[in-house]
Structure formats: C-alpha cells, structure tokens
C-alpha cells in the first residue's frame, strides 16, 4: 500500500526536523534550519519515485532531504542583496533580512555541504553525482538570469528542471535502478519539473504568463501533465502517487 | 624515480590550465579560473602522497584539483565585503572586486560544485567524503571567525588543518588505501596543517606570533617540522618528497 503525498510530506518533515547537522557548524546551525523552509514539493517527487519501485522509504529519505538543501541553498543565495535583493521569501525575512549577509552566504554554503554529506551516506557515489550536475546546472541558471541572457526554456531547464530531474534521479539512483531503465523516468520528470514552473508562472503573473499570456501558458501547464501522465504508463512500477502527483502539480492554488 | 615538489606543482598547474568545466556554467567560467590562483600547497601534498604509495599521478589529479577548488572557492567567499571585505588577494583585486559581488558568490558556488564534480570521477565515494568533511569544518571556521568566537587552535583546525588532512586523505582515498593504514598519515597532515599556519603567520606578523610571540611561532613551526618528520618515518612507503616538502613550508619566506 503506497503512501499518499501528503504522508510523505511528513515523512520529511519530520526527517528534516530531525537531521543531525555537522557539529563543527556551531551557531550556523540557527540560519541554516532556518532556511529549509517550504513545501517539500522535490523531497515528495524523490520518496514517491522510490516507493513506485518498491524500496524502503527509510532508505529515500536522505536522498530526499538532500535535493530539498540544494533547493534551500539556491534560494538563500539567489535572495542575497547582490543577486535579486530579496527581503521576504514566503511572507516571512529572508535569511540575510533575518540573520545578516555574511550568515546567508555561509548558511548557503552549508547548505550545499550538508547537502552532499547527506547524499554520501548511500554506498554508491551515484546520488551525489544526480546532486552535483544540477546543482552546477541551477548555478549556471543563476549565472544567465543575472546578465538577463538565456531565453525562457533554457532558464527554466537549469534553474528549475535539472533538479526536479535529479528528484527523481537520486530516488533511482539510491535504488541502483540500472541506467538503461533511467530514461522513461528522466522524461517523465522533465515533464513534472516544466508543469511546476508554469503553473508557478501562472500563480506568479510573471515567467511564462509574459511570453504566452494566462491562456496559452494554462494550455502548456495542461499538456505537460497530459504528458508527464503519458511517461508514467509504460514505466513498469508502481506509479499510482506518481500521478496523483501530477494532478496535485496542475491544480495547485499556492 | 619520484618526481620533486616543483615537478608535481608544475602538473598541477597543467591540469588546472586544461580543466574543462561544466559547460552550462557559461560565462562564469572566467571568474571561475580568475579565482583559482595560488602556490598549489595542497594539491602538491595531494600528489606527492599518492605519488609516496606507488600510485599513478593520473589517478591522483582530479581528486588534487578537487582540494584546491575547495581552498579557492573558501578565499572567494571569505573576501566578499559582508565578510572580510578583502579588495586584493596576492597582490592583485579580489574575485568580487574585479568581477562583482553577484559574481563572486556564483563563482564560490561553482567552485564547490565542480570540485566535488571531480572528486566524483572516481569509483569510490570517499574522495568525495573526504572532502565534504573538510567543507564543511572550513564553513564552520569561518563563522567562528566572522563571530570573533573559537581560540587559535580551534580556528586553525577548522580553517586550514582539515582541508590538510584532506589533501592527505583525498589520497588515500583515491588509492583505496584501507582504512586502518590513514591513522599515521592523518597525524602526518595534521603536523603540516599546523607547520604551515604557524610559518604563515610568521610570514604575515599575525595569530600565533599575537599570541606567543616571534621567537615562539618559530619554535612552534620547528616543533611542528619535527613532528612531521617522525611522523613518516613508520609509514611505509617512499616520503622522500613530503620529507622535502615539510623542510620546504619550514623554510618558506612567501
């Protein structure tokens, strides 16, 4: 019997509650938990990926909570004053409005740390290999948006679909799921990654909603979940949550 | 024949100069290589044990390029003005001060991301392991530093000893050298670490000769030379080069 998403949402939770951090990061500690804030959607993607294949959710949840600090990472840094200057993230003060510049730039940098210690944990060097080329892709992402160049799709592929890519990929990677069967998964994930990014855009009023209007860009948001749905049927697993997922990705309100 | 301390810094810096990075870091390839300056210590330390147990210098780059990315990505991050607000580093402007801060926090990030990229070149996930442990003591540091908090022992650990002991243990790792064999040759790094922060202190009038004086960090530095040198002597394997390499940073005057 799969759990349901928002079982596995406090599945992780409760993991990030938890998470003992590296000792010798003192005081950092405070900013850095500080900044694991949010709704848990990549985490969710990793645990359902690994329990449609059948493997132990204890055994995901690292995994998991690693994508979810690359993820805090980045927006720690990308709300520096340097970059987008970003005082609120979420309704509450950011991490440098709360805690100070130089405690943001370190919390982030800890954050990746923690990140890649956490991926380390599998015995195979594969989790954190999915960890590191997103993570290179989400800089390079930043990179572009900061010189205002790259055009919409190649923002979004790095800055938000390579680690929904890598959501699924640590889950099949902690499962030492042979390559050859990673790539219906891959696809699907693109799928899921691009129907986040527009229906954010659509919640946002910015992004897509500029380039194609409310209407076209609700028309792309429904073809990527009719697609990401249509990647899920040939996977031989058991991709129930998966698709409920997608449902919940596309009806979203927040 | 084992090569001598100029030799393996002059690979280093070849490996360095070709090293291709990740493409879709773009332009921030240039403050990228702009940030990876310096005398190579580590990634010498890194080959010339690799080199002491037999083991092919090929094998041993990636993971010596790896600490140094490590060491260059702390520097760009610690000169940032919300930290040390260093304008100059070796006599030329700092990464954010030629670049610009945005820049600077990217080009930290990177460096971070593409070390670990290499350091997961290998089969085994310990050289990876080795140095996220050094990563994350070094961010600790740090934040010790930045709250005036830690006494000199515990901030050099942090600071410097650990990313010595990784390029020790970056090493061992890539040799799959057994676990039970690292002990002497962590004792061995942590005597380094300690000879080359006292001698750059000296160098710099700061640290330890605040603390005990310039007659005193000689003796420290002496101390600590000898130290290391009993230290390999059990080892069994050829130290003659980090044998001259401790007389070296002992006898360093830059």
């Known amino acids: 019997m799969s759990l349901r998403p928002e ?8 993991y990030l509650d938890e998470l003992s951090l590296t000792a010798e990061l003192g005081g950092l500690a405070e900013p850095v938990r500080y900044a694991i804030g949010g709704k848990r959607v990549r985490p969710v993607i990793c645990l359902a990926t690994g329990d449609a294949l059948g493997l132990p959710l204890d055994h995901l949840l690292p995994a998991a909570a690693a994508v979810e600090l690359i993820h805090s990472f980045s927006l720690v840094h990308d709300d520096l004053p340097a970059l987008d200057d970003d005082r609120e993230r979420r309704g509450e003060p950011s991490v440098w409005a709360e805690f100070g510049e130089a405690e943001a730039i370190l919390a982030g940098d800890a954050l990746v740390a923690e990140a890649f210690r956490l991926a380390l944990t599998y ?20 990179w572009l948006d900061l010189r205002g160049e790259g055009d919409r799709d190649e923002l979004h592929r790095l800055k938000t679909g390579a680690l929904f890519s890598a959501s699924v990929g640590c889950a099949l990677a902690a499962g030492e799921v042979p390559k050859v069967e990673r790539e219906p998964w891959r696809e699907f994930a693109a799928e899921l990654g691009l129907l986040f990014q527009v229906v954010d855009d659509l919640l946002d009023g910015d992004g897509y909603v500029l380039d194609v209007g409310e209407d076209g860009a609700r028309r792309l948001a429904d073809e990527a979940a009719e697609r990401a749905h249509a990647r899920l049927d040939p996977i031989d697993a058991d991709t129930d949550v998966l698709a409920a997922i997608v449902d919940d990705l596309a009806a979203r309100t927040s």
Chains 1, 2 share one sequence.
């Not at 079982?7 to 409760?14: G, I, K, P, S």
């Not at 015995?123 to 930043?142: C, F, K, N, S």
């Open 7 to 14: 079982q596995l949402r406090a599945l992780v939770e409760n």
């Open 123 to 142: 015995p195979t060097a594969d989790v954190a290999r999915e960890l590191v080329g997103a993570t290179l892709q989400m800089i390079g992402g930043q």
